[in-house]
């Protein structure tokens, strides 16, 4: 199996930014292919950004590309997703996902999720 634990969420006001942080355990993280979801409330999830298992191919969707970048570090097992120029559309819980074949996740719904880190932005 396969754990996941995000941290860095907050409250931060229209425009500044937050780095989000998402650590695994369990298996070999460099074997993983992960990404970032996020949920507002009253709203389906929404698939943000993926990265393959080497970290030399992403995948944005339309509403984080020039805004948001992710990355990992396979050193230290970690997942990152560096949020710039935040909105107030962006306030939701964000959720960082593993699937098993080490490939870019484009969505969909990938075998591990960790807890979530409630992501606020005020106007």
């Known amino acids: 199996q396969v754990q996941l634990v995000e941290s860095g969420g907050g409250l931060v006001q229209a425009g500044g930014s937050l780095r989000l942080s998402c650590e695994a355990s369990?298996?070999?993280?460099?074997?993983?292919?992960m990404g970032w979801f996020r949920q507002a409330p009253g709203k389906e999830r929404e698939f943000i950004a993926g990265i393959n298992w080497r970290g030399d191919t992403t995948y944005y969707a339309d509403s984080a590309k020039g805004r948001f970048t992710i990355s990992r570090d396979n050193n230290i097992d970690t997942l990152y997703l560096q949020m710039n120029s935040l909105k107030p559309e962006d306030t939701a819980v964000y959720y960082c996902?593993?699937?098993?074949?080490?490939?870019?996740?484009?969505?969909?719904?990938?075998?591990?999720w960790g807890q979530g880190t409630q992501v606020t932005v005020s106007s």
């Open positions: 369990g298996r070999a993280f460099s074997t993983l292919g």
């Open positions: 996902a593993a699937e098993p074949y080490g490939r870019t996740v484009r969505g969909g719904t990938p075998d591990y």
